[in-house]
Structure formats: structure tokens, C-alpha cells
């Protein structure tokens, strides 16, 4: 098998993904599409464990792309990569020349690239310039967000996006400190969070002060929420006929949005009761897993990053109609 992703990159449940996708892709000419490629954890497993299937690989990321495309290089033409985000997928497939896939892989949130490169500014555990943007060239960044917006905007922000408690208290001391200076680096904003949480809520929280509303800008900064609502039809629209779709959630929010999607593609698009359901208004997906997967504690010990994980998936129906 061959394996050249680096050490220091663990994909989230990769067995599983791999048997739940497999299955799709044993024959010749099978395309595999991996819509949040990162470094090509997934991909390399997926191509090496199906010799017959071939890559459409998709990431924001510039950077993450290049470390891909060399981790990927030993399969050759099996593999083809663009820059997009996932809601993109129509686009991508259309200039790829596939009108339908065989399975499709969402590996939500963040890459293990933008996690360990500092001045990309998403971790709160060590100081840079506040950015958090998933393509560093495009769009405003966290700096420009919690410079700009209003109190109840930013309330707002937290609170969905990082479900934070003190949501308003962190909004508050964030215009007040700004209008002092504006706010640069992720180390002034973890004070500036940390000291508008009251001390026994910091005592109760397992995790950093800073982590839900870290994450929250993230999400906001990048749009996720929204890219995510659309690139879930689009990638049910790309399987072809007993096509397979995984997602793997690590917010609540994301979660929601593929259980709801779901459970609305599963069903029978007729009232409920009647004694027969005519073929083509059978339910067009089945699910694959019941409820959301989690990683084994053996999987959370060796890598903590999985621990929020949630796995679904669906299998497309070979004969009912789009």
C-alpha cells in the first residue's frame, strides 16, 4: 500500500471512511472525490485500498494543495487537484470533464497545515498575526472581523458559531479594547476573551478560555456554515447511482446541517401511510450510519483532534430518480 502522507498527519477515522467508500469504487474508471483534501490523509488511503479509482481532489488552501499534490505524486495521473471551496463542486466537476461520481468525502473544519503553521493565526495557544483565513489571499481576516463589527453582531458571531456563554461579555470588552487600539494578534485577543470570562467559569472549563470563540471567528471568517449548506445538495446532485457521501463534523453546527440533509434525502417524498410508495418517489439516499459515528478512545488517545469528531454517511438508491 502505499502511504506517503507524513507522520505527523493523522486522518480522522480513516478505516472507517475507507469501508464505507470502498464499496463504491471497485470498478475500472471509479472516481473517488475528496472535497476538503488537506494534506491527502484520506485520498492516499482511499487510492491505495481501490486500484481501479481516481481522484478529483479540493481544497481552499493553496498551501495545503502543495504539500497534497507531493504527498499524492506516487499515484500518478490517478490524480487531479483544484483550488475551490466544496460548495464549488459542480464547478470543479464540470471542468474536470465528470458528470457523476462514485463517492465523495468531507473532512470538515480544519487541516492539520493550518493548525501547526502559526502565522496562519488559528491557534490560540501561541501568538501571531490574526488572519484565519482558510485561503490567505482572499477575504477579510479575523483582524479585520473584530475590528468592524458592532456588539451584536459579534454577540452574535459567538454565540452561533462557538456557542459561547459569555458571548456578549466577550463582545463588549472587545469594541471597548479596540477603541483603544486595534486588536492585531491572537495573543491580544485571548487576553481580551480570558478576562471578560469570569474566573470560576475559567475554572470550570476543560478547555482553553479562548477555544469556542476561536473557533467561532474561524468559522464566520471563512464562511463554513453557509459553504456547507450549500455543498451538501451539490455533492448528493454529483453521486451517481449507488454512490457513497461521508462527512466528518467537528462542530455542532456543521453536524446539524448533515443530519437534517440527511434525513430530508433519505425519506419518502410522499405522505406518510400510504400502503405503497410509487418507485420514483421513493426515497432517493439510505443511510449508512445510524445517528452520528464516533472515533474508539484507542483513536482520541493517539489523536486528540479527533475527540469532537461525528462521522454520516449516505449511499444513493440505484433506482429511484434524481
Given at each position: ?13 480513516r478505516a472507517r471512511i475507507v469501508e464505507l467508500l ?53 499515484f500518478g495521473d490517478r490524480v487531479r487537484l483544484y ?240
Amino acid at each position: 500500500m502505499v502511504n506517503p502522507v507524513g507522520p505527523t498527519h493523522v486522518p480522522v477515522m480513516r478505516a472507517r471512511i475507507v469501508e464505507l467508500l470502498a464499496p463504491a469504487l471497485q470498478h475500472p474508471g471509479a472516481v473517488y472525490v475528496d472535497c476538503t483534501l488537506g494534506l491527502g490523509g484520506h485520498a492516499a488511503a482511499v487510492l491505495s485500498t481501490c486500484p481501479h479509482s481516481r481522484l478529483v481532489g479540493i481544497d481552499r488552501d493553496p498551501a495545503a494543495l502543495a504539500v497534497a499534490r507531493r504527498n499524492l505524486a506516487g499515484f500518478g495521473d490517478r490524480v487531479r487537484l483544484y483550488q475551490a471551496i466544496y460548495h464549488e463542486l459542480s464547478e470543479v466537476l464540470e471542468e474536470d470533464e465528470t458528470p457523476a461520481v462514485d463517492a465523495i468525502c468531507m473532512d470538515l473544519g480544519l487541516s492539520s497545515l493550518q493548525i501547526d503553521t502559526t502565522e496562519r493565526g488559528f491557534a490560540y495557544a501561541s501568538d501571531a498575526p490574526l488572519d484565519m483565513r482558510m485561503d490567505a489571499e482572499a477575504g477579510p481576516t479575523a483582524a479585520d472581523l473584530v475590528n468592524s463589527c458592532g456588539v451584536s453582531e459579534l454577540t452574535r458571531i459567538l454565540r452561533e458559531y462557538g456557542e459561547e456563554r459569555f458571548a456578549d461579555r466577550i463582545a463588549r470588552r472587545i469594541v471597548a479594547a479596540r477603541a483603544e487600539a486595534r486588536i492585531e494578534t491572537s495573543a491580544q485577543l485571548v487576553a481580551l476573551i480570558t478576562d471578560a470570562i469570569p474566573m470560576a467559569a475559567r475554572k470550570e472549563r476543560s478547555g482553553h478560555p479562548a477555544k469556542r470563540s476561536f473557533q467561532a471567528l474561524r468559522i464566520a471568517v471563512n464562511g463554513e456554515l453557509d459553504s456547507l449548506a450549500d455543498a451538501l445538495p451539490a455533492a448528493l446532485a454529483a453521486l451517481a447511482p449507488g454512490g457513497r457521501l461521508a462527512v466528518l463534523a467537528y462542530h455542532s453546527g456543521e453536524d446539524r446541517l448533515v443530519k437534517r440533509s440527511f434525513a430530508d434525502a433519505s425519506a419518502d417524498r410522499v405522505p406518510p401511510g400510504l400502503p405503497d410508495v410509487p418507485v420514483a418517489l421513493r426515497a432517493r439516499f439510505g443511510l449508512l450510519t445510524r445517528g452520528a459515528e464516533r472515533p474508539a478512545e484507542a483513536e482520541i488517545a493517539e489523536n486528540p483532534r479527533a475527540a469532537s469528531a461525528r462521522l454520516r454517511a449516505v449511499v444513493r438508491n440505484q433506482e429511484v430518480a434524481a
